[in-house]
């Protein structure tokens, strides 16, 4: 499973990146907005400087919802860089510019996906990665994991290449459980992905190896 970085805040990028384990990133326009990061001008020299210091996909959310206007804003946004992969929304007008970005070799990532059979249609319509907001189903009362499970199951039996990109993650939980549930791709924020290092037996165990160690 790859594992993305789910912010806009470069000091947290740089430090999941040193870690060693970062394989992209992704933006949405809250967490571009949480930055502080205003205009055309400075939003794409963000996703420039995001694409400088992780060599992985970097997914660039248009903020259009009309084709022409999908496909305008999504062209320049990828040609930022050739790792850029355009998101779009699940909506119908966002489906048809995932075909045309599709047969144009431009790749996306289809977001704010809720249900299976919206995995389906963004598969069908060629997207490289579908992501399913995990945590805000859970907010919803159904069970974010169990739709992970059933669209993995579905690509797999379908044949479907998209990946699937766990989002709205909360918790090192739910990053083992979509791991679990045959996700490809978790995107998560900085504190989830340290979280996984945790745990009270490593920290007891390692205080007394390092207090045995002084009598060796
Ligand atoms: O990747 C989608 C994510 O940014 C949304 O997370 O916590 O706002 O539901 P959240």
């Not at 970005?101 to 996306?108: A, E, K, L, S």
Request: aromatic fraction near 6%; hydrophobic fraction near 45%; glycine fraction near 8%.
């Amino acid at each position: 499973m790859k594992f993305f970085i789910d912010t806009a805040n470069l000091a947290q990028i740089k430090e999941a990146h040193d870690l060693g384990i970062l394989d992209g990133v992704t933006t949405n326009p809250s967490l571009m907005a949480k930055e502080g990061i205003k205009g055309e001008e400075a939003i794409m020299n963000h996703y420039k400087t995001i694409c400088e210091i992780v060599d992985g996909d970097i997914s660039a959310e248009v903020l259009s919802t009309e084709f022409n206007a999908i496909i305008a804003e999504g062209q320049k946004l990828a040609a930022i860089h050739p790792n850029i992969v355009v998101k779009v929304p699940m909506i119908r007008d966002g489906v048809k510019a995932i075909k045309w970005f599709t047969d144009n070799g431009i790749r996306t990532n289809c977001t704010l996906v809720f249900s299976a059979g919206q995995a389906i249609l963004a598969a069908k319509a060629g997207a490289a990665m579908v992501s399913p907001f995990i945590g805000r189903i859970d907010d919803s009362n159904w069970d974010g994991v169990e739709l992970i499970a059933q669209i993995a199951n579905i690509f797999s039996i379908q044949g479907f290449k998209t990946e699937i990109l766990a989002a709205s993650i909360r918790s090192s939980l739910h990053i083992v459980k979509c791991a679990e549930a045959g996700a490809d791709i978790c995107t998560c924020p900085l504190d989830p992905i340290l979280g996984m290092l945790k745990h009270p037996l490593t920290d007891i165990g390692l205080a007394k190896f390092l207090e045995d160690a002084k009598k060796m």
